[in-house]
């Protein structure tokens, strides 16, 4: 399988970095990235196209295949095409593959870990670095003789809605328990990179140009907040079930205005503490509680009482006029 590639070479080029794009992005996707990730020019850095089609990009295999075994051929077929295109790279800039790093994003970082970890005869990278990485192989497919060789960099939002960050987590954890050089990496953010993760990045791939292999204990999980998330299965025991009444913020990742009215919610969630429970549902993953309610435009901040929704406010808005369209007593 030949792969449409770009390559970007360094002022100061002295080892090979090679990015994976996520599904529906292509080869020029990361490539922004570089000025952050490599600011003196010290890599040479590949960029390969996925092979499928997925506008308005590409796919490194079929994700929306209903048929699990075209899906893991595809992934076989991509995994074994990057293999060789890294193996093409590295004797045509004279570089060691034992020395490279390899990385993505989403699909492409699952790939760049199973390129790095899973079992093969061939000389392992230097380490790998997977950004949100969507993750389509079961730990247990790890060559943990060897695995402990490559620094690895896991990253993720811990408001991801496309690809759960528990996954990584958890990956990240395994892999600390058999002794592989891990840094676990969580932002703020949905699917995406942000400052924050790029700036970790550029220091983890100093360290390992340094000859080092980065490893950190596992951080703690982010503390919930006081605004606790509740889902389908709870829904019954913690709103409709309450004692005492229930704000409901009804959000998703993706909306700006959620955003904003967020620390609002939070600040009611600590000043009504005792006298009211606030509580928020991401309605990208709880469709079935946004279609009940006649969820339409979000924010939407909904007072319950004795089981049913009495009043509700749309948008961001400041908090005392968001107490009032509630029907609270307005604390000033």
């Known amino acids: 399988m030949d792969l449409v590639t770009n390559v970007v070479q360094g002022a100061n080029s002295e080892r090979l970095l090679l990015l994976l794009h996520g599904y529906g992005a292509d080869e020029r996707d990361l490539g922004g990235l570089l000025p952050y990730l490599d600011p003196e020019g010290r890599f040479v850095t590949v960029l390969p196209r996925g092979p499928i089609a997925a506008p308005p990009g590409f796919s490194w295999f079929d994700l929306m295949s209903q048929d699990p075994e075209v899906a893991q051929q595809g992934f076989v077929d991509a995994l074994d095409a990057i293999d060789d295109l890294l193996d093409q790279v590295c004797e045509e800039h004279g570089m060691a593959r034992t020395d490279a790093v390899v990385g993505g994003f989403s699909q492409g970082g699952g790939i760049a870990l199973a390129l790095a970890l899973g079992s093969s005869d061939k000389p392992r990278p230097a380490a790998v670095l997977a950004m949100s990485p969507f993750i389509p192989f079961d730990p247990a497919a790890v060559d943990w003789d060897t695995a402990t060789e490559v620094a690895v960099l896991l990253q993720h939002g811990t408001e991801d809605p496309m690809v759960k960050p528990l996954g990584t987590r958890r990956f990240a954890e395994v892999l600390a328990d058999r002794g592989v050089p891990v ?50 299965a709870t829904w019954e025991a913690e709103v409709l079930r309450s004692e005492i009444p229930v704000i409901v913020d009804f959000w998703a990742p993706w909306c700006g205005p959620c955003r904003q009215v967020g620390p609002v919610v939070e ?66």
């Open 183 to 232: 840094v676990l990496g969580e932002f703020p953010m949905g699917h995406e990179v942000s400052m924050e993760s790029i700036t970790q990045a550029q220091g983890w791939l100093d360290a390992v140009r340094a000859g080092e292999r980065p490893s950190e204990p596992i951080p703690e999980p982010p503390a919930e907040g006081p605004v606790k998330p509740v889902t389908t």
């Open 267 to 332: 600040q009611i969630a600590q000043m009504r503490q005792g006298s009211y429970k606030v509580v928020k549902v991401n309605i990208d993953e709880e469709p079935a509680l946004a279609q009940e309610y006649d969820v339409q435009s979000i924010p939407l901040i909904g007072l319950f009482r004795n089981g049913r929704m009495e009043r509700a406010a749309l948008g961001a808005k400041p908090r005392p006029q968001l107490e009032a369209e509630l029907g609270m007593l307005v604390i000033p």
